[in-house]
C-alpha cells in the first residue's frame, strides 16, 4: 500500500523549449471537478533571477498497479501570448503560489495520483499552535524514489503564529531543512481518517534568511516561508483570471 500523501505531489521540471532549467514541486487540487497543478509563482517566471520558462512537465503515475511505470505531461505556460496560470495578491502585495488548470482528457489511461480539496484546507487557523509538527512533502535537489517516482518528506515545525501573517505577509514560518527543488511543496498536518487524512497548511515557497547574517560566522536560521494554503480557494474558483498582469485578490488570514 502506498501512503496516499505521496501520489499528491509531483515533480515539476521548467524548461524553454527543449532546453532543461530548474527542478521543482508541485501538487494537485481538485474543486468541483476540475483539476489543478499547485506550484510556487516563481518557479513559472520569477523576473529577479531572469527565470522565464515557456513550459514545464510533470511526472505522473500512469500504472495504479505498478508505480515503476510513469509517463511525463508537458504543459505549455503561454495561449496567445499570455501566461496560462492564475496567481494571487492581497494587501501585502504578490503571493508566491500559482495554479494551472489540468485537462483531466490527457491524462494518460490509468493515472494514478491524490488530490487535495477545499475539505482539506484549516479552516479554523487557532487549532494549529506554534511549535506544532508538520511535513514538507517534496523533490529537494531534484532527490526523489527514482523506481517508483515518489518524493521524500521532511520534517518541519510551525516557527511562527499561525494564522497571523508574519511580517505583514501572507505567509507563516517553518523550522525545517529544506533545499532547492522543494518550491511548490505541501505543508501538511495529520488529522482525522479517510482516504487523505491530512489538513493542507501551506505551500514552501523558500529559505528565510538575514541579510546582516555573518556569512562565515554565523549558520543559516533554518527557516521557511510558507504561504496560507486557503489562497487556493481564490485562485481555482470558476472564472478566476488567469496571467501574470491579473492576479487575484486573497482573502488571507488575519
Excluded at 71 to 85: A, E, F
Excluded at 124 to 148: A, C, I, K, N
Excluded at 192 to 201: I, M, N, S, V, Y
Amino acid at each position: 500500500m502506498i501512503e496516499p500523501l505521496l501520489l499528491t505531489t509531483t515533480r515539476v521540471s521548467t524548461f524553454d523549449d527543449t532546453r532543461a532549467l530548474t527542478g521543482a514541486t508541485g501538487f494537485f487540487f481538485s474543486r468541483d471537478a476540475r483539476l489543478f497543478l499547485v506550484t510556487s509563482r516563481h518557479v513559472l517566471f520569477d523576473k529577479p533571477t531572469s527565470h522565464f520558462p515557456n513550459r514545464v512537465e510533470i511526472e505522473l503515475h500512469s500504472d495504479a498497479a505498478n508505480l515503476t511505470r510513469s509517463t511525463g505531461l508537458s504543459v505549455l505556460l503561454y495561449q496567445d501570448g499570455k501566461s496560462i496560470w492564475r496567481q494571487g495578491k492581497d494587501d501585502g502585495g504578490e503571493i508566491d503560489v500559482a495554479v494551472i488548470e489540468l485537462d483531466r482528457a490527457v491524462l494518460p489511461k490509468g493515472v494514478e495520483l491524490a488530490c487535495f480539496t477545499p475539505a482539506h484546507l484549516q479552516r479554523s487557523l487557532d487549532e494549529v499552535e506554534v511549535g506544532r509538527s508538520v511535513l514538507v512533502v517534496g523533490f529537494p535537489l531534484g532527490f526523489h524514489d527514482t523506481l517508483h517516482h515518489l518524493p521524500v518528506v521532511r520534517q518541519a515545525a510551525i516557527a511562527s503564529s499561525f494564522g497571523l501573517r508574519f511580517q505583514g505577509q501572507g505567509y507563516f514560518l517553518t523550522d525545517a531543512r529544506t533545499h532547492r527543488g522543494t518550491s511548490g511543496a505541501p505543508v501538511v498536518l495529520r488529522h482525522g481518517e479517510g482516504p487523505l487524512p491530512w489538513k493542507l497548511l501551506g505551500v514552501h515557497s523558500s529559505r528565510m534568511d538575514m541579510g546582516s547574517r555573518d556569512q562565515e560566522l554565523d549558520e543559516s536560521l533554518g527557516l521557511n516561508c510558507a504561504w496560507y494554503a486557503d489562497i487556493l480557494l481564490t485562485l481555482t474558483e470558476a472564472g478566476a483570471p488567469a496571467g501574470s498582469n491579473a492576479p487575484a485578490v486573497a482573502r488571507g488570514p488575519r
